[in-house]
């Protein structure tokens, strides 16, 4: 089963609003990342954030990331028509003494923006 | 730099019959991983490559496996294949930190069983 649930599963706002995705998880993480999708296509990764980092900055992308309430968000401010697309939190959580983890990915929000 | 490259776009097969699809990395990135997407299960990880070994596998049966070459070209094989196996099936690919850094997706192919 999925680690990860976002909400809400759907925004539609206008170009110039801020944007908020939000993204939970179960288990206990070591890095969370953020990607985007256009209509099907490959996934676009905007910011890794890790387990000892509360919250970065990529343009008018920040990434939050509160590990005691395990929850990520996403904002994306002054949005703009380009901005429409699917996006999914990715959490990578080590698997118990071995160097290598797994993936998991939340449902996605479907973000439109309308000019 | 050339992206990851993912053939073929499309495929159309029918049950029972197996697919291999393939996935070319970024030039200098040694892990590739595969993914699973389908609008009713999500994105699932499948499995990653890493200097020609699994090392790292998701929850899907043995049907699903893949391989990688020497090159870090790697290709995925579906065995016997069941409706349930269309989806859009992504590789990508990282440098060596595999799953716990950033990753370059390809486009895709779109695996439909009739």
């Known amino acids: 089963s999925q680690q990860g649930e976002e909400d809400p599963q759907a925004l539609s706002i206008q170009e110039g609003e801020n944007a908020t995705m939000n993204c939970s998880y179960k288990?206990?993480?070591?890095?969370l990342q953020w990607y985007r999708q256009n209509s099907g296509r490959g996934l676009v990764h905007l910011i890794l954030?890790?387990?000892?980092?509360r919250e970065k900055h990529s343009g008018r992308l920040r990434v939050t990331l509160d590990t005691s309430k395990k929850s990520s968000s996403l904002l994306i401010t002054a949005s703009r028509a380009a901005d429409t697309a699917s996006y999914f939190c990715?959490?990578?959580?080590?698997?118990?003494?071995?160097?290598?983890?797994?993936?998991?990915f939340g449902q996605g929000t479907i973000l439109t923006v309308h000019p | 730099k050339a992206g990851v490259t993912q053939t073929p776009r499309y495929l159309i097969k029918t049950r029972g019959q197996q697919v291999t699809l393939s996935c070319s990395p970024i030039?200098?990135?040694?892990?590739v991983s595969w993914y699973q997407q389908t609008p009713g299960q999500g994105l699932q990880f499948l499995f990653e490559?890493?200097?020609?070994?699994?090392?790292n596998k998701g929850n899907f049966p043995g049907r699903f496996s893949g391989r990688q070459f020497s090159n870090s070209r790697s290709e995925m094989n579906v065995s016997t294949l069941e409706l349930g196996d269309s989806a859009l099936y992504l590789c990508?690919?990282?440098?060596?930190?595999?799953?716990?850094?950033?990753?370059?997706f390809g486009s895709g192919t779109q695996l439909s069983v009739l």
């Open positions: 990508a690919s990282s440098l060596v930190g595999g799953l716990n850094e950033k990753l370059f």
């Open positions: 288990t206990s993480i070591n890095n």
């Open positions: 954030i890790r387990s000892n980092e």
């Open positions: 990715a959490m990578y959580a080590e698997a118990g003494g071995t160097s290598y983890g797994k993936l998991t």
């Open positions: 030039s200098g990135h040694r892990s």
């Open positions: 490559y890493f200097s020609e070994t699994q090392r």
